[in-house]
């Protein structure tokens, strides 16, 4: 069966520092890869997607995220965190070969320390 | 910038009761979607709907969930008999081709006492 996992259930980290999410995948097919942000009470905004090509993907508010094929990986990255930033971190995955549904993971729910 | 509209943003209904959760999906798009994301858990799918029909549905989406485009505009879940764990917040959600890019709505916050 098809399965994302975010081993961070929470992250916490200074303004102005880097940050990685982590997002690993189980799926017999060729991805699709996304990242999603949810603030509290909102929907989920697409920050970037993965469908070919460059395995470097950018995205919006400075976020960029890496496929890596051979790690079944889609890490999301950003250099420098804002206060604003802080909000939870979805990680989805789709395929045509499973229908046109998303499977997410859990979420990783980042908090910004000044 | 389009967006996916839903209403209401939060509903409260008494168990048994029937509930319409209402979406106006980006208006050039052709495959919707609703999830649902059960407080503290994981984003789950429901349902894709394509051409007028269920293209996909989920074990979650049983005889009590129906979908349908009543109109050009609008896309709704129906609950006929709430449960209470029904509670969840409701996502819809429009991509313009299968797969590719689902652009999501703020969500209907159901609360089922």
């Known amino acids: 069966a098809q399965s994302v996992t975010q081993p961070d259930i929470h992250i916490t980290v200074s303004e102005g520092a880097s940050l990685e999410l982590r997002c690993n995948y189980s799926?017999?097919?060729?991805?699709?890869l996304f990242w999603y942000v949810q603030s509290p009470g909102q929907g989920l905004q697409l920050l970037l997607k993965?469908?070919?090509?460059?395995?470097l993907v950018q995205g919006i508010k400075g976020f960029e995220a890496e496929f890596k094929r051979s790690q079944s990986s889609f890490n999301l990255r950003k250099p420098s965190v804002h206060w604003s930033d802080a909000a939870e971190y979805f990680c989805?995955?789709?395929?045509?070969?499973?229908?046109?549904?998303?499977?997410f993971g859990a979420g990783t729910i980042l908090r910004v320390k000044s | 910038e389009p967006e996916v509209t839903q209403t209401p943003s939060h509903q409260v209904t008494q168990m048994g009761q029937e509930v319409i959760l209402r979406c106006v999906p980006i208006?050039?798009?052709?495959?919707f979607y609703w999830y649902r994301q059960i407080l503290g858990q994981k984003v789950e799918f429901l349902v894709s709907?394509?051409?007028?029909?269920?293209?996909?549905k989920s074990e979650i989406f049983d005889d009590q969930f129906s979908v349908e485009r009543p109109d050009g505009s609008n896309f709704t879940l129906k609950i006929r008999s709430t449960k209470l764990e029904d509670s969840a917040m409701y996502f819809c959600?429009?991509?313009?081709?299968?797969?590719?890019?689902?652009?999501f709505g703020p969500g209907t916050r159901l609360l089922v006492l």
């Open positions: 799926y017999g097919a060729t991805p699709y």
């Open positions: 709907f394509y051409n007028n029909e269920i293209s996909e």
């Open positions: 959600a429009s991509g313009a081709e299968p797969v590719e890019t689902q652009y």
């Open positions: 208006s050039n798009h052709l495959y």
């Open positions: 989805a995955v789709g395929a045509k070969e499973y229908g046109n549904k998303l499977v």
């Open positions: 993965y469908f070919s090509g460059d395995t």
